[in-house]
């Protein structure tokens, strides 16, 4: 599955298996800070991104 065929938001199992490696990393926006990451080599994770409330 290309990320340009997801349709709906947050990421099921079936679609974050489905994921397609690209020529380059990247990372499909699951909610709340928390992203699925795809590498070139196929090698999938996930991330948790925040800040910090002083900044």
Known sequence: ????????????????ERLEPETVEYR????GGLYFRVKPSGVKSWTFRFKKPSG
Not at 6 to 16: A, E, F, Q
Not at 28 to 31: L, R, Y
């Open 28 to 31: 499909e926006n699951d909610c």
């Open 1 to 16: 599955m290309r990320r340009s065929d997801i349709k709906r938001r947050p990421l099921s199992d079936t679609v974050l």
